[in-house]
């Protein structure tokens, strides 16, 4: 048997779709919401991903502004823009890509934004709330794994979900969501012993951890669902190409569902960039998730 393909730029068209009539329903009553994208340095991948929000906010008719700094700005330079950000009301989302060059420290530019700005959820305060169950913005990369496992399993309620990796961007963030949602959350990492016996009695996996093809068909209990957050360029028989975390073509005859990569969880960032915008825009003119 063959896992069912989860498509995430299926979803991720889904999920901008009702952003957009939303957005339309909102500059009807006369608000127009917007976001401000901060790229500091020339990553290369950076820069397609803030290419690629900020064409994404057009699309659904998200105002963006866009603020590049040099590889070379300091942190006071990120600070001032950011301080700018928050002071203006007309923006609703901030949002500094990273990852940010060496020598700005990423903690202190991310405090910086006003959480009600916040549309990444990187600020304690909305990482507090979220791990308090309050209705905060979330971080966006885990909210699309949550729409992508609803979207197959419907209700998550006493599942076993194991997420392997346990950064502040998806790892933590995800258990938190996991536990929200009721499942039973084991986080593994680099210091869990013998990961792949835990990770075999997951029904859901989240594998987050930057290692390619790390997680191999004896991770995965026959039938669980699979999602995939790794994005690692390899070279591979002379050419360069996108894998996951997961082992795809080894895990497809086990799993019951999986998230290839690309086209998996990577779309649903963006998408739910587009979401967090639209929510803080709502909150900040004091109107509810349904107005
Ligand atoms: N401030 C933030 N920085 C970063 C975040 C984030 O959520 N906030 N996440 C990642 C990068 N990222 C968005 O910023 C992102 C990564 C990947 C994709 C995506 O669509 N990937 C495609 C493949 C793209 C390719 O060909 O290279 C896919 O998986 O299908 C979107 C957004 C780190 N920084």
């Known amino acids: 048997m063959s896992a069912q393909l989860i498509d995430g730029k299926a979803a991720a068209a889904r999920v901008l779709a009702e952003v957009g009539a939303d957005v339309a329903v909102l500059k009807a009553r006369g608000i127009e919401p917007a976001l401000a994208v901060v790229l500091v340095g020339d ?22 502004l866009e603020y590049r700094l040099g590889a070379d700005a300091s942190a006071e330079a990120v600070l001032e823009v950011v301080a700018g950000l928050n002071a203006d009301a007309s923006v609703n989302g ?16 991310l405090q910086a934004i006003d959480p009600a700005k916040d549309v990444d959820g990187f600020h304690s305060e909305n990482v507090g709330g979220l791990s308090q169950g309050r209705p905060v913005l979330t971080p966006c990369t885990p909210a699309g794994c949550m729409r ?7 209700d998550l309620s006493g599942k ?14 995800m258990a938190a ?18 990961p792949e016996k835990l990770c ?17 068909a004896d991770w995965i209990k026959p039938g669980a669902v699979v999602i995939d957050v790794g994005i690692n360029r ?6 360069s190409r996108l894998v996951g975390d997961v082992d795809f073509d080894a895990v497809l005859p086990v799993a019951s569902a999986i998230t290839p990569v690309p086209g998996g969880v990577g779309p649903m960032t963006i998408a739910m960039l587009m979401h967090n915008t639209l929510l803080a825009a709502r909150q900040q003119h004091g109107l509810s998730a349904q107005e």
């Open 43 to 64: 990553d290369p991948a950076s820069q397609v991903y803030v290419r690629n929000k900020v064409l994404r906010a057009n699309e659904v008719g998200i105002r963006s």
């Open 94 to 109: 901030i949002l500094v890509q990273l990852p940010l060059p060496a020598h700005i420290d990423e903690t202190r530019v």
């Open 148 to 154: 992508l496992l609803r979207d197959t399993l419907g």
């Open 160 to 173: 076993h979900a194991v997420v392997v990796g346990r950064s502040n961007i998806v790892g933590k963030p």
């Open 177 to 194: 969501l996991l536990l929200a949602a009721n499942c039973s959350v084991t986080v593994l990492h680099s210091r869990s012993v013998k």
């Open 200 to 216: 075999g009695q997951a029904d859901i996996v989240v594998a987050a951890v930057g290692r390619p093809r790390m997680i191999g």
């Open 234 to 239: 390899i070279e591979e028989n002379g050419r």
